[in-house]
């Protein structure tokens, strides 16, 4: 006997779960210790009832399945008796007991014991026998014994499914901290971003206006000079510092313009007029067929059409010159209605809002990751030395957040780039 009850601890350890465990106990009780039939019943969180949840033996033929498990009360029966008294009771002749709560088949004598788990009645086992007094001293013993290894494993169980709770509270709080700390990074990474623009802006703006005035001393002189240049040799040579004072004052301009101190001045228009007459223009000077995609019923705008010029004349450049072979370059222009309503994806710097968009898209070699960040910048150029000055972009963002828009870019190696100009809709009527 005690070599089975070893057997049955050890097989206890492997079960992994509240319902095994309960039909494991009365199965074996029936099969390796000799019962003739055991039922086990769990109590409730309430402490009130008790419910069958496993039975084996004669009186049970339907296997590993209870047809309208038994409910019975604290308190009412043997088994009631048992839950709330927390003692075994035996009784030898149910025959002659009001207690006995009769099932399909009467018994004559019933054994019933506790399981105490963590100072609660998890439940009882109980068995019938048909014969008069068929339990005794060892038959208490046996199954006192297996409901203190039963209750053991419950309260096992139990602490396992606790853990494994917590163990799940864990993972949840680490995957909300890592959200949390990837969107700390991004936005520090924006506030970053925002404060070097802020930094570069003011110094390229304090340069540029020292500068201006230099450049206004110089090319005054260079005006007076040519009034009365000796010969044609000292002409020529004026004329070569008279151009490229030209081109600092331009330096200076596209500077000026990132710096946001440009003075514009706004023009309610609308964007595709100004699109196609840039296009008429510009087919000449680019060389280069430009689409365009220009869309119905656009909004106005109110933007300094030179301003805007500049922008087009910039970003149509860079297109091409990503596309030095061949390739179209394509305008669209498009309304956008900017509201907080979730899997829109506009720029974070834009408040909501109606606002009209430019796309200017080429399918040239496109911006590599690492200098998406950089573009924008003032003097960042992949050209070599002399080819580029690196303004054009700083310019176009400059107008544009001095227009209440900003510009975004989405670009993919080898496939091609779009650069997005988002101007603040004019929706007065009676400025149109
Ligand atoms: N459409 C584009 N496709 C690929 N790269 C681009 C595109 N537009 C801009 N770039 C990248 O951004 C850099 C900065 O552009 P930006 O217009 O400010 O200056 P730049 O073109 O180099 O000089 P500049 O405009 O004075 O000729 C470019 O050197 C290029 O590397
Ligand atoms: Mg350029």
Redesign the pocket.
């Known amino acids: 006997m005690l070599r089975t009850l070893n057997t049955f601890a050890v097989d206890l350890m492997s079960i992994p779960c509240v319902e095994d465990l309960f039909w494991y106990v009365a199965q074996n009780v029936v099969g390796k210790l000799g019962f003739v039939d055991c039922v086990i019943y769990q109590a409730n969180d309430a402490q009130s009832d008790l419910t069958q949840v496993a039975a084996w033996g004669e009186k049970n033929p339907y296997g590993r399945n209870i047809i309208n498990p038994l409910v019975i009360p604290f308190g009412r029966g043997i088994t009631g008796q048992v839950a709330q008294s927390r003692k075994p009771i035996i009784v030898d002749d149910l025959l002659n007991g009001v207690d006995y709560i009769a099932d399909t088949e009467p018994a004559r004598s019933e054994i019933c014991v506790p399981l105490i788990c963590a100072g609660r009645i998890a439940g009882v086992i109980d068995s019938e026998h048909p014969d008069f007094a068929a339990f005794g001293e060892p038959e208490l013993e046996i199954l006192s014994t297996v409901a203190a290894m039963t209750s053991a494993k419950l309260e096992l169980l139990a602490e396992t499914e606790r853990s494994q709770r917590r163990y799940e509270d864990l993972v949840i709080a680490h995957t909300q901290l890592t959200r949390e700390t990837k969107n700390r990074k991004a936005l520090e990474a924006k506030l970053f971003e925002a404060r070097k623009q802020d930094a570069i802006g003011r110094l390229a703006g304090r340069f540029a206006h020292e500068f201006n005035n230099l450049l206004t001393v110089i090319a005054g002189n260079i005006e007076l000079l040519e009034l009365d240049a000796p010969d044609v040799g000292a002409q020529d040579s004026l004329q070569d510092a008279r151009s490229a004072s030209e081109r600092g004052a331009q330096l200076i301009r596209?500077m000026l313009a990132f710096a946001q101190r440009t003075r514009l001045v706004p023009e309610t228009l609308d964007l595709n007029g100004a699109v196609s007459g840039f296009c008429q223009d510009s087919e000449r000077l680019l060389s280069r067929q430009v689409e365009q995609n220009l869309a119905r019923d656009l909004w106005p705008i109110s933007v300094d059409p030179a301003a805007l010029e500049n922008m087009l004349l910039?970003?149509t450049?860079?297109?091409i010159?990503?596309m030095p072979e061949d390739g179209t370059l394509t305008i669209t222009t498009q309304n956008i209605f900017h509201t907080l309503a979730k899997g829109q994806h506009f720029p974070a710097d834009l408040t909501p809002g109606r606002y009209v968009r430019l796309s200017?898209t080429?399918h040239?070699?496109?911006?590599a990751a690492e200098?998406l960040t950089q573009?924008?910048d003032p003097f960042?150029?992949?050209?070599t030395v002399g080819?580029?000055?690196?303004?054009?972009?700083?310019?176009?963002m400059g107008v544009m957040r001095q227009s209440g828009g900003t510009v975004t870019?989405h670009?993919e190696v080898s496939q091609?780039?779009t650069?997005d100009l988002y101007f603040p809709a004019v929706t007065d009527a009676a400025q149109w």
């Open positions: 596209d910039a970003l450049l860079n297109g010159e990503a200017v080429d040239g070699n496109g911006i200098h573009i924008f960042f150029t992949t050209k080819e580029g000055t690196g303004l054009g972009l700083s310019m176009v870019v670009s091609g780039s650069f």
